[in-house]
């Protein structure tokens, strides 16, 4: 337990880079009295004013920040109502946002949740998705992190699967990822796991149902066709095993900590048996932003020299965190050190 102490103290030494989708999470707050008599749907009272927060990648930088350490976030917004919400979050935050540029053509991706006691209702999304790879933007933050890979200690890919994370930009940055010799961590979606190989990242942390459809996905689009798993469902131990082993030899990655849910995480790393690190979430409120926490905490464990497993331990106490709180949440040293003290 002392050493996991020094780890998380070691937190607020870290200078992390985000780059990723950047989503504005909206919460309405009400009670359900009674059923419309227009439609068969409740009615939502609502109590107080909207509460705002960060959201995908914004959230990732969000809990960096809440566990001490120094963010620089990267993604673009629009010129709206709703990027002057989400830029006074992270204001709030103390998170560095000269890497964030405006994109006067599409809105801020905004996540609207209904909540009537504790329960969520109703999500609204608002978004345009699209490939954004041969617009000024784009080029823009392919600059920046490129700029900036010297400075930091690590980079934290979060792919929300909205067009900010392309094949253009993984083409563009790979090449001074390889030199930079970083910690790159990516949370991914299915549909860039043919390229994330080219940055020969450091992890990896896909939850179950994005490792199904990555699996089928290679399958099909992948011409080298060197993934070996003939399954795409992850319904026993033995395929998890053989998914994780083949994704990190296919994915030339040194560590894939694949997310199971309710059956915990299960680490992979070359030349070593997989991992199994069962979970300690004591109620489960909202898994809203729980991969997020994983992959903030797993690579500041990483950052401040500790192992994998230890990593992957002290990202698993976060996770069992976040999720007894409603909505996106963060999770603070003195939170951490207390859920891990009382395992």
């Not at 992390?16 to 009295?33: F, H, K, Q, R, S």
């Not at 992948?222 to 993934?227: A, G, H, I, Q, V």
């Not at 997310?259 to 300690?280: A, C």
Request: hydrophobic share 40%; proline share 3%.
């Amino acid at each position: 337990m002392d050493d996991l102490k020094k780890i998380i103290d070691n937190f607020k030494a870290a200078k992390i880079l985000v780059v990723g989708d950047l989503i504005l999470d909206e919460y309405i707050w009400g009670e359900v009295e009674r059923v419309s008599p227009e439609a068969p749907v409740p009615v939502v009272l609502q109590k107080g004013k909207p509460s705002y927060m960060p959201g995908g990648a914004a959230n990732v930088a969000a809990n960096l920040s809440s566990l001490g350490a120094e963010v620089l976030l990267c993604g673009r917004i629009g010129d709206d109502y709703e990027a002057n919400l989400l830029l006074r979050e992270l204001k709030k935050r103390q998170i560095k946002t000269e890497g964030i540029f405006l994109d006067r053509l599409r809105p801020t991706i905004k996540k609207t949740r209904i909540i009537a006691r504790h329960q969520q209702v109703l999500r609204l999304d608002r978004e345009v998705v699209e490939d954004f790879s041969n617009d000024r933007i784009s080029r823009k933050i392919i600059e920046f992190v490129l700029d900036n890979l010297r400075d930091i200690d690590a980079l934290i890919i979060e792919d929300y699967g909205k067009g900010m994370i392309n094949r253009l930009f993984l083409n563009n940055i790979y090449p001074s990822i390889r030199k930079a010799k970083k910690i790159v961590t990516i949370d991914p979606k299915e549909d860039h796991f043919d390229i994330y190989w080219r940055l020969q990242a450091t992890a990896i942390t896909p939850n179950r149902k994005e490792t199904e459809n990555a699996i089928h996905n290679i399958k099909i689009k992948d011409n080298r066709k060197t993934l070996r798993v003939n399954f795409d469902k992850l319904d026993s131990d033995d395929k998890i095993n053989l998914a994780g082993k083949e994704l990190l030899r296919y994915l030339n990655i040194k560590i894939v900590l694949l997310t199971l849910g309710e059956q915990g995480m299960r680490l992979f790393e070359r030349n070593k048996p997989p991992y199994q690190i069962d979970t300690v979430a004591q109620e489960v409120f909202d898994v809203s932003g729980a991969g997020d926490t994983v992959i903030s905490v797993f690579t500041l464990g990483l950052v401040a020299g500790t192992s994998a497993r230890q990593a992957a331990m002290v990202a698993n106490f976060a996770a069992g965190i976040v999720v007894g709180k409603v909505g996106v949440a963060t999770v603070n040293p003195q939170e951490l050190l207390e859920r891990i003290w009382k395992q």
